[in-house]
């Protein structure tokens, strides 16, 4: 039995005996006040005034406190009153052992065999009264029991032997007698607990069946009102909505419409029809109906309609839905690039020429990928629509929106001329620029734009979307937030840039790509203390390419993860040619920072290389910063617990904020080389290189001056307190081959395949292994 059954049998078995308690207390106070009458004036006739006062008490007591709280809620658990009822009965059962002990031997044989059977007519008729409770029945029973054969013992007659056997034989009868009394009523009530389930069950189906069902009969007379259904129809489910609508007009209570039209045709011509869904309103709320019916005769009378209606709303509404995301972009509920292609489309035969010029506005927003990167994809979801949002605000009224895709979308307005054109555009990009407030915070997501004015006349639709896109591209190449007015040159140079976008997307597979590295010294000694990496593409025609000339094309498509994996693989790949002393410096992007793939591929590269950890530097820029920050900063934290360096690379160009100098302790700070290459000719160079040297001392930091080009530099840098240097004055970036004359340049070791990344832990350095070891520990921990 669950608990639930449980307690439930408890409370039928208290309530069972509860109904009989009367029943047997008075057989109590009948069977005693026998017991009184026989032996009360006998030589222990005190003895049996003082048992039979004090058995009245008990069960007056008893019955008091039955009748009291009868019909009144329990305090108890069914488990404490159980307990307590079984306690009740022991006490009795007590009370009646303690006559044979006083009658038996006293008594005569009359009086001996009267007693022996009012004690085993109180012992059976015990157990039939509270049986069904068997711990209360045997609790009962026992006592007396052993009080009769207490009894028998003590007289010493060898008859009494027998009547001792005869008295254990029918202790056991009562025992099986009260548990067989138990299990027939457990049975039984557990029966009639699961029917009464079933039943339940079966009644909440019913009325759920009720509530629900969406079929309706309907009848009406031969002039179409509508009338009660017979008997035998009505029995099924008919629809309360019919039951209130008897005597009103059936086709009254459809709103009109083509399907109506057919409906009234068929009925004014008394053919029969099926599914002819139509519109009604129900409490203010729009419903479909779906109504089948047909004809009634008698002996060739025509007598009515009968029929079903079935409740098709919810069918409809799903039909709906999937139109409208058949037409529109699910997230922000604009048109979809189908619907857009379509509206533009049908402007071709609907556009006057009182309306001006028309034009096509083609946004791309700036860095949303960054959005998406360090905010979330939620985040970045939720700027969508807001962009969404305001974008409808913005069109005129016959103008329409699109979502083109993940972050473009498409806007076809008009004006009267060229310059409001110019005028409503800006408006747009103004209205843009604005911060949106995503979740409690404001974040900025610059938008880029292509316009495209429609030609007069029938124009090629395709073509001037992809006019008004190439025109987008001329703008974010130009400006990021800035817009271009399509001209035909820019369709040569976007043809020239998809080309190189396209060979981009092969570079590292034909292993086009290579690191250059630039030394940089100690500012004393001017020996090399390290190297910079600088990723270069051999380009099979343009030549070598250095990352101005195509990094921007890889963030812009998603290679940078990739290209920046392979740059990290190779420097340390690298470094592992280089002498023990010298470390070697990467350069990591903003996108890179918040991929997952950077732990690992960090890790493997530093297992297959057994480069020790703390010749490694990853300089970052301060635009990782800008937007999560508290990510950026746990991320560094487990780069550092690698025993790899940080450095804050280009200090002081970016959005410098020196509470991250005081949230994370950067290993070094990089002067930039805008600062270095004016510092003997700008004094405000020279102060903001000096307090610059100044904070990073202060706070136990390295500093490496770029871009030094001059003895000059050089020497007010070192004087300073710049520890380290790089610039053309000392090399420039060379392949790793051409550093011989510098320092010791190893040859090439084979590294592990893909399939044996990481080498055998007693192969590494031991410093490497603990570092490992240690960044496993964390991340696992």
């Known amino acids: 039995m669950s608990d639930d059954q449980a307690e439930r049998l408890r409370l039928a078995q208290l309530k069972s005996v509860s109904e009989l308690t009367t029943v047997t207390m008075l057989a109590g106070f009948?069977?005693?006040?026998?017991?009184?009458?026989?032996?009360?004036?006998?030589?222990?006739?005190?003895?049996?005034?003082?048992?039979?006062?004090?058995?009245?008490?008990?069960?007056?007591?008893i019955m008091i406190t039955h009748v009291r709280h009868q019909g009144q809620a329990q305090t108890l658990s069914s488990e404490a009153r159980m307990r307590r009822f079984t306690r009740g009965s022991t006490l009795i059962g007590v009370f009646w052992a303690i006559v044979p002990l006083m009658s038996f031997p006293v008594g005569d044989d009359m009086a001996f065999a009267l007693a022996g059977i009012i004690l085993t007519a109180t012992m059976f008729g015990g157990v039939l009264l509270i049986g069904r409770m068997p711990d209360a029945a045997m609790?009962?029973?026992?006592?007396?029991?052993?009080?009769m054969l207490a009894a028998l013992q003590i007289q010493q007659d060898p008859h009494n032997d027998l009547l001792s056997i005869i008295t254990i034989v029918y202790g056991?009868?009562?025992?099986?007698?009260?548990r067989l009394a138990y299990t027939q009523f457990a049975d039984q009530h557990l029966s009639q607990d699961a029917l009464e389930h079933q039943t339940e069950v079966i009644g909440l189906?019913?009325?759920?069946?009720?509530?629900?069902?969406?079929?309706?009969?309907?009848?009406?007379?031969a002039e179409g009102v509508i009338t009660e259904l017979p008997q035998m129809v009505a029995s099924h489910h008919t629809g309360s909505i019919w039951n209130a609508l008897v005597g009103e007009?059936?086709?009254?209570?459809?709103?009109?419409?083509?399907?109506?039209?057919?409906?009234?045709?068929?009925?004014?011509?008394?053919?029969?029809?099926?599914?002819?869904?139509?519109?009604?309103?129900?409490?203010?709320?729009?419903?479909?109906?779906?109504?089948?019916?047909?004809?009634?005769?008698?002996?060739?009378?025509?007598?009515?309609y009968r029929g079903v209606i079935s409740d098709i709303t919810q069918a409809r509404k799903i039909e709906a839905q999937i139109d409208f995301m058949a037409h529109h972009d699910e997230l922000t509920g604009l048109a979809n690039r189908n619907s857009f292609t379509r509206a533009l489309r049908a402007l071709e035969s609907t556009r006057s020429s009182k309306d001006g010029e028309w034009f096509i506005v083609w946004f791309g927003l700036d860095r949303f990928k960054w959005v998406n990167d360090t905010v979330g994809h939620e985040a970045g979801d939720e700027m969508l629509r807001a962009v969404a949002d305001r974008l409808r605000t913005l069109v005129s009224e016959n103008g329409f929106v699109s979502r083109i895709s993940g972050d473009e979308f498409a806007l076809v307005d008009h004006a009267s001329d060229y310059a409001a054109i110019r005028g409503r555009v800006d408006h747009y990009m103004a209205a843009l620029e604005k911060p949106y407030s995503i979740w409690d915070s404001l974040l900025t997501c610059r938008a880029s734009a292509g316009v495209k004015i429609l030609p007069h006349g029938i124009y090629d639709t395709a073509k001037v979307l992809k006019q008004a896109d190439t025109a987008l591209h001329a703008a974010k190449l130009r400006e990021r937030g800035s817009w271009c007015m399509f001209d035909h040159t820019m369709e040569e140079r976007m043809r020239g840039e998809r080309q190189l976008e396209a060979e981009l997307q092969n570079a590292i597979d034909n292993n086009e790509l290579e690191l250059f590295f630039q030394p940089i010294v100690d500012a004393e000694t001017r020996a090399v203390v390290a190297c910079e990496?600088?990723?270069?593409?051999?380009?099979?025609?343009?030549?070598?390419?250095?990352?101005?000339?195509?990094?921007?094309?890889?963030?812009?498509?998603?290679?940078?993860?990739?290209?920046?994996?392979?740059?990290?693989?190779?420097?340390?790949?690298?470094?592992?040619?280089?002498?023990?002393?010298?470390?070697?410096?990467?350069?990591?992007?903003?996108?890179?920072?918040?991929?997952?793939?950077?732990?690992?591929?960090?890790?493997?590269?530093?297992?297959?290389?057994?480069?020790?950890?703390?010749?490694?530097?990853?300089?970052?820029?301060?635009?990782v910063m800008i937007n999560d920050a508290k990510f950026t900063m746990q991320r560094l934290g487990q780069i550092q617990n690698l025993g790899v360096r940080i450095a804050l690379d280009d200090f002081g160009t970016g959005f410098s904020s020196l509470s991250y100098l005081r949230q994370f302790p950067f290993d070094k700070l990089k002067i930039d080389k805008c600062?270095?290459?004016?510092?003997?000719?700008?004094?405000?160079?020279?102060?903001?290189?000096?307090?610059?040297?100044?904070?990073?001392?202060?706070l136990k930091m390295r500093c490496t001056g770029e871009g030094v080009e001059t003895p000059g530099q050089a020497d007010f840098l070192r004087d300073n307190g710049c520890a380290e240097l790089q610039g053309f004055m000392f090399s420039r970036p060379q392949p790793i081959e051409k550093l011989g004359h510098l320092m010791t340049i190893s040859p090439p070791v084979a590294m592990a395949t893909d399939t044996d990344k990481v080498v055998a832990l007693s192969e590494r350095p031991a410093k490497t292994k603990r570092s490992i070891k240690k960044f496993n520990e964390r991340e696992t921990g």
């Open 30 to 61: 009948l069977n005693s006040s026998v017991m009184l009458l026989m032996f009360g004036r006998g030589p222990l006739g005190n003895l049996f005034s003082l048992w039979a006062i004090a058995l009245y008490c008990v069960m007056g007591y």
């Open 172 to 178: 056991a009868m009562l025992y099986f007698g009260s």
């Open 249 to 304: 007009n059936f086709l009254q209570q459809f709103q009109s419409s083509d399907t109506l039209e057919a409906l009234m045709a068929a009925i004014g011509d008394r053919h029969p029809f099926k599914d002819i869904a139509v519109k009604t309103e129900r409490e203010g709320v729009t419903c479909w109906w779906s109504v089948t019916g047909r004809p009634l005769f008698q002996n060739g009378r025509f007598e009515g």
């Open 533 to 623: 990496s600088l990723l270069r593409w051999n380009h099979p025609q343009r030549g070598i390419l250095g990352p101005e000339g195509f990094i921007e094309f890889a963030e812009d498509n998603g290679l940078i993860t990739r290209i920046g994996s392979w740059t990290l693989r190779k420097a340390i790949e690298s470094a592992a040619r280089l002498p023990d002393d010298i470390r070697v410096a990467i350069n990591v992007s903003p996108v890179q920072i918040h991929s997952e793939d950077l732990l690992p591929t960090l890790v493997n590269a530093l297992a297959t290389s057994g480069v020790d950890p703390s010749r490694i530097e990853l300089e970052i820029t301060e635009s």
């Open 139 to 147: 609790g009962f029973v026992l006592p007396i029991i052993v009080g």
């Open 205 to 221: 189906l019913l009325r759920d069946f009720e509530e629900n069902a969406s079929d309706m009969l309907w009848q009406t007379d």
């Open 675 to 698: 600062f270095t290459e004016e510092l003997e000719t700008d004094e405000d160079s020279r102060a903001i290189t000096r307090a610059t040297l100044s904070l990073a001392k202060a």
